[in-house]
């Protein structure tokens, strides 16, 4: 669920550190070292937290979990604990304080120490694989693209396949990853910090471990964040949200129709159509063109195809910014002269481990459906529906062959808990579609309110400029001050 197609798939990971039997060390005990990020901001700390591999067996096994933080620089000003909830599955809390930490010490002038943390299997923290193959860790199987015609023989196979080997070579560290246990780790994070509440700011998948966090521990919330959130039905969560992305993608893409056929374009040499209306049928029929004759590109022995133009088409939708590379996309795959590139994260398998995350997580998370033909039935109605995503956000994942039920039922959110949560989410998000987060607002009830900015993307927190989204949000963190009722921004 973030800006990059790297985020919503799991980011590429460092070291894993090993299972170790629980000891004389405290769990809440931490000890910070410096762990500057490429680019990132140079006091960034990190510290590993010890807790159970599961919280039913408090003294049993245990992993550690890294944590990451940046002391607030203005010591007089500080008020509190911000976390910071990573999208994903897969998400890096060390990458995301190290991108948004600048920006958000910036706007919020000191008055949070920041702090986030890495997942179970992401980044500094124990990590487990499955076991799979290259093929089945490449990204464009892992996201369970039907075959040309819809048709999902491969998928199954492979689902069937995928399922198999985390069962076989996962272990219990991998049964564990859960948005449950993610909860779990913020709490016991908490109590390490002697936080008495920590505010905190969740993006994309992050909204969800936030909005759970909230529930289930409403007297250790300050001010709460949900930045880009999904629908929290609890009997859908994942299956509901990777379903929800073929309306977001409708949703969205008359915004990048329009950049794509202003003659402003012409410049550059990437106007795509004299009109937005001619956009749509170029890139779906380029699609069609592509599932029956793909093209090399400069990737040895990996070809352009149809599904790789529409999952790229998702990928582009996150941000604006990443219209011009897009546009080249479709313009050097219409001429049969030009050289084709694969954008970025196409042309490598995943790493293991980070393959194991973002599965893992989705099918412990929620129980799926298991009847083969159904899923089959809903990549052919879906098709029709929603052309762009061509069934592939409802097709068969590992999930429908996970060899364990979830050890938890997934929260319920409810309106039970302080007033004390904000909404910010864009109109057209192709991700997290707006009617998401109606859904969301509705079961907070009076304890939220919903700020909706009249934009397009994924991600809308100093994502559109500094406008009234973004005004609503740094007043609410500085002051506690939330709108009297829902805001509608259009600047």
């Not at 080249?328 to 398998?349: M, R």
């Not at 995503?389 to 364990?404: S, Y």
């Not at 938890?408 to 991700?431: E, F, M």
Request: proline share 8%; with cysteine; glycine share 8%.
């Amino acid at each position: 669920m973030k800006h990059k197609l790297a985020v919503i798939l799991g980011v590429l990971s460092l070291s894993a550190t090993c299972l170790a039997v629980a000891g004389p060390a405290s769990a809440t005990t931490l000890s910070w070292i410096p762990c500057v990020q490429p680019d990132g901001p140079a006091d960034q700390q990190c510290a590993d937290l010890s807790v159970p591999v599961d919280y039913r067996k408090p003294d049993g096994v245990r992993l550690t979990v890294r944590v990451t933080r940046l002391v607030s620089d203005r010591p007089a000003a500080r008020r509190g604990t911000l976390l910071v909830a990573p999208g994903g599955p897969g998400g890096s809390g060390v990458e995301a304080l190290a991108d948004t930490g600048p920006a958000l010490r910036k706007a919020l002038h000191g008055a949070y120490d920041l702090v986030s943390l890495d997942p179970r299997g992401v980044g500094g923290s124990t990590a487990a694989g499955c076991g799979l193959s290259a093929d089945d860790r490449d990204v464009m199987n892992l996201r369970s693209w039907p075959g040309p015609g819809g048709d999902i023989s491969d998928s199954v196979t492979r689902a069937h396949r995928i399922a198999d080997a985390c069962a076989r070579n996962g272990g219990a560290v991998v049964r564990s990853y859960s948005t449950a246990n993610e909860v779990r780790d913020v709490e016991r994070l908490r109590q390490a910090l002697g936080s008495t509440k920590l505010s905190m700011y969740g993006v994309s998948y992050g909204t969800y471990v936030t909005a759970d966090y909230a529930q289930k521990h409403p007297e250790h919330t300050d001010r709460v964040v949900l930045d880009s959130t999904g629908d929290p039905d609890p009997a859908r969560v994942e299956r509901g949200w990777l379903a929800n992305t073929a309306a977001g993608a409708d949703e969205r893409f008359p915004d990048f129709a329009r950049w794509a056929a202003d003659p402003a374009r012409e410049s550059n040499g990437l106007r795509l159509a004299q009109r937005a209306s001619e956009v749509r049928p170029l890139v779906l029929s380029l699609a069609d063109r592509l599932d029956r004759t793909p093209r090399e590109t400069t990737t040895p022995h990996k070809p352009l195809t149809g599904n790789i133009l529409r999952q790229a088409v998702q990928q582009a939708l996150y941000n604006d910014d990443n219209f011009p590379w897009l546009a080249q996309l479709i313009k050097a795959a219409d001429d049969p002269h030009a050289t084709v590139a694969l954008p970025p994260g196409y042309a490598a398998p995943m790493p293991d481990r980070v393959a194991a995350v973002f599965t893992a997580t989705q099918c412990n998370d929620v129980s799926w459906p298991r009847d083969v033909r159904g899923y089959a039935r809903a990549v052919a109605t879906d098709r029709i529906r929603h052309p762009l995503t061509a069934g592939q956000p409802v097709n068969i994942t590992p999930c429908a062959f996970w060899h364990t039920e979830p050890t938890d039922k997934p929260v319920h959110i409810t309106s039970d808990g302080p007033s004390n949560i904000l909404i910010l989410q864009n109109l057209r998000d192709p991700v997290t579609p707006y009617f998401g987060a109606l859904r969301m607002r509705t079961a907070l009830g009076d304890r939220a309110r919903l700020v909706t900015v009249d934009h397009g993307g994924h991600g809308a927190y100093d994502a559109n400029g500094k406008g009234c989204g973004d005004r609503a949000v740094t007043a609410f963190l500085l002051t506690g001050h939330r709108p009297s009722a829902d805001l509608r921004c259009t600047a």
